[in-house]
T-cell receptor, first 111, second 115 residues
Framework: KNQVEQSPQSLIILEGKNCTLQ??????????LRWYKQDTGRGPVSLTI?????NTKSNGRYTATLDADTKQSSLHITASQLSDSASYIC??????????FGQGTTLQVKP | EAGVAQSPRYKIIEKRQSVAFWCNPI?????LYWYQQILGQGPKLLIQ????????DSQLPKDRFSAERLKGVDSTLKIQPAKLEDSAVYLC?????????????FGEGSRLTVL
């Protein structure tokens, strides 16, 4: 069964600190893996996309990594800001077009 | 470019009542999705349309949920009768090239509370 599990479920950090969110998937290969950011009361917005052959992809202070051996992706946020407070959702796109969503990690950045 | 539009943003109904949500995707996007997102969980696909045809409705509770996209543009999702467990945010998303490569663009969602 294709599954995507994210950890931690929630996280609180102080403004300016770094953090790393994890996404574990069970089945490979896949077409691509995206990280979405979902602000409270809004729809998810794509942050990064990685194909199965890529190891790292950056978007400003967000850096996604992929380890095919451990079947794990990480989203690293550098120098966090209050506006980073949101839910972060990992979505794996499998051959055949099936999208599997993780349950999300809720990040709260405190001043 | 206008994003995905959804309405209403909020709806409160009593159980056994009916409700309808509307979605207008990004212009030109052939693929439209309805997701259900329960608080604290990731979105769950209810139905996917490619133009006006249904691609995947395997997780749609067809005894109470229905959706249509008659002209291949905007779409409605209906729940009748509603149950308490239907309380959730209903997200509409669209993409230009289908699920294989395309990014999903989400609306802001319609939050349903069933009392």
């Amino acid at each position: 069964k294709n599954q995507v599990e994210q950890s931690p479920q929630s996280l609180i950090i102080l403004e300016g600190k770094n953090c790393t969110l994890q996404c574990n998937y069970t089945v490979s290969p896949f077409s691509n893996l995206r990280w979405y950011k979902q602000d409270t009361g809004r729809g998810p917005v794509s942050l990064t996309i990685m194909t199965f052959s890529e190891n790292t992809k950056s978007n400003g202070r967000y850096t996604a990594t992929l380890d095919a051996d451990t079947k794990q992706s990480s989203l690293h946020i550098t120098a966090s800001q209050l506006s980073d407070s949101a839910s972060y959702i990992c979505v794996v796109n499998y051959p055949g077009g099936k999208l599997i969503f993780g349950q999300g990690t809720t990040l709260q950045v405190k001043p | 470019e206008a994003g995905v539009a959804q309405s209403p943003r909020y709806k409160i109904i009593e159980k056994r009542q009916s409700v309808a949500f509307w979605c207008n995707p990004i212009s030109g996007h052939a693929t439209l999705y309805w997701y259900q997102q329960i608080l604290g969980q990731g979105p769950k696909l209810l139905i996917q349309f490619q133009n006006n045809g249904v691609v995947d409705d395997s997780q749609l509770p067809k005894d109470r949920f229905s959706a249509e996209r008659l002209k291949g543009v905007d779409s409605t999702l209906k729940i009748q009768p509603a149950k308490l467990e239907d309380s959730a945010v209903y997200l509409c998303a669209s993409s230009a090239s289908g699920r294989n490569t395309g990014e999903l663009f989400f609306g802001e969602g319609s939050r349903l509370t069933v009392l």
